[in-house]
């Protein structure tokens, strides 16, 4: 089936140390999108990237980063300097071609805590 | 972006349609109109979308007044899985502006036997 994994499900760090969150999806998509939810709200855009090689800034992009090696594969590295790094993360990718308004499509997300 | 506008919560009775409506008056002629559904601790779903025209699928049909200011997503027979946060995004087309979606708060959908 294709689709969007995002692993783990749950990761636990410890303040000060870099973590990686995992993307892959086998939807050969050009565009994927990392965004973070926090309790009862909606979700926010940290980073996103339109083709491979090629990443943008969202709009909370501080503390974060992330490369685009590969089509399949949008990591995120939530480093020390991210103030709140604890929540619920989510990947998403979309087809890219902009003659196409195609929906982005979702992984389950990773939830991180760190204490 | 054009915002969005929706009640915070609403309840529906299992195999009743459920109505969830959007205001979106600022939205502009180019701007889609998208519906996502979140269930705790998942991530969104998407359901449906449109610019102008009505649109149906099997998940759901969605009706956008002729001024373009607001919508309504229709859920025909709501089952107790149908609970969930349900998100009406504005997003522009991609070419213009990365294809990101803003989300609002939601409604929760609260499904009752």
């Known amino acids: 089936d294709g689709g969007i994994t995002q692993s783990p499900k749950y990761l636990f760090r410890k303040e000060g140390q870099n973590v990686t969150l995992s993307c892959e999806q086998n939807l050969n998509h050009d565009a994927m999108y990392w965004y973070r939810q926090d309790p009862g709200q909606g979700l926010r855009l940290i980073y996103y990237?339109?083709?491979?090689?090629?990443?943008q800034k969202g709009d909370i992009a501080e503390g974060y980063s992330v490369s685009r090696e590969k089509k399949e594969s949008f990591p995120l590295t939530v480093t020390s300097a991210q103030k709140n790094p604890t929540a619920f993360y989510l990947c998403a990718s979309s087809i890219g071609d902009p003659m196409e308004n195609s929906p982005l499509h979702f992984g389950n997300g990773t939830r991180l805590t760190v204490t | 972006d054009a915002k969005t506008t929706q009640p915070p919560s609403m309840d529906c009775a299992e195999g009743r349609a459920a109505n969830l409506p959007c205001n979106h008056s600022?939205?502009?002629?180019?701007?889609?109109v998208y519906w996502y559904r979140q269930i705790h601790s998942q991530g969104p779903q998407y359901i449906i979308h449109?610019?102008?025209n009505n649109e149906t699928n099997e998940m759901a049909s969605l009706i956008i007044t002729e001024d373009r200011k607001s919508s309504t997503l229709i859920l025909p027979h709501a089952t107790l899985r149908d609970t969930a946060v349900y998100y009406c995004i504005v997003r522009v087309p991609f070419h213009l502006d990365t294809g990101k979606l803003i989300f609002g708060q939601g409604t929760t959908l609260q499904v009752k036997p």
């Open positions: 449109g610019l102008k």
């Open positions: 600022t939205i502009s002629g180019n701007e889609y």
């Open positions: 990237s339109q083709i491979v090689n090629d990443f």
